[in-house]
């Protein structure tokens, strides 16, 4: 369970809208690392939208892509991202289709990540690190190894993050733990991987999700 300090006191105004605004400035402290203003609050509050939605506006939103850059940069590359790189992203992602699954592949395919040091390919075993967070195992080492030799760098980075590994990775640790705070059964993780291999979420609309949902909201639940 999920505990808020209440932004609003229930004298002030009733239980549900307590906890209303107390998901929304969740979401701006979470999504966009930042806390609101009160007009901010309230603004969202008068949409009227429900919770998923407004998690989804949440999500989908230039502030959250541009953190959502960021955070990818520091991940893979060891760095923030500078404006202009942070921006022609942002586009990038807009343009295909609000899903930033190739923005990672760029990123984790880029000369910038495999000529570091200590990541220079992947005999170094880095991407096991970095995306699967685990050391190589020596036969999936040698099979990377000779992908990247014959496909190139990004083509292998779109393997990593497209493995049933990574995305069951994130969904455990990244959403459930993350998130709602609190180790997922396997059949939760299995059904929310199945929704990745459909192409029914992706990487920003699955966040959306777990914050949007019914089990993240009722933790602002005003007792």
Known sequence: MIKWLALFSVTELNPAVVQRR???????ERMLGRAPSNAEIVNWDATGQAHPAI????????????????????????????AAGQESWRVFIRNSGNNPFEFQAQVLGSAEYWDAPARISLASSKPYVDVLKRPADPVG???????????????????????????????????Y???????????????WYAQFAAGNVNGLTIIGSFYGSDEYYNSFRVQ
């Open 177 to 191: 733990q993350g998130i709602l705070n609190r180790v997922p059964a396997a059949s939760e993780v299995n059904a």
């Open 22 to 28: 107390n998901f929304i400035r969740s979401l701006y």
């Open 141 to 175: 080492l040698v099979g990377w190894t000779a992908h990247a030799a014959i496909h190139g760098r990004v083509s292998t980075a779109r393997g990593f993050l497209a493995s049933e590994e990574y995305r069951k990775l994130v969904i455990r640790e990244d959403l």
């Open 55 to 82: 998690a989804q506006g949440f999500a989908l939103s230039d502030e959250h892509l541009r953190r959502f850059i960021d955070l990818n940069y520091r991940q893979f590359l060891k760095r923030g991202a500078e």
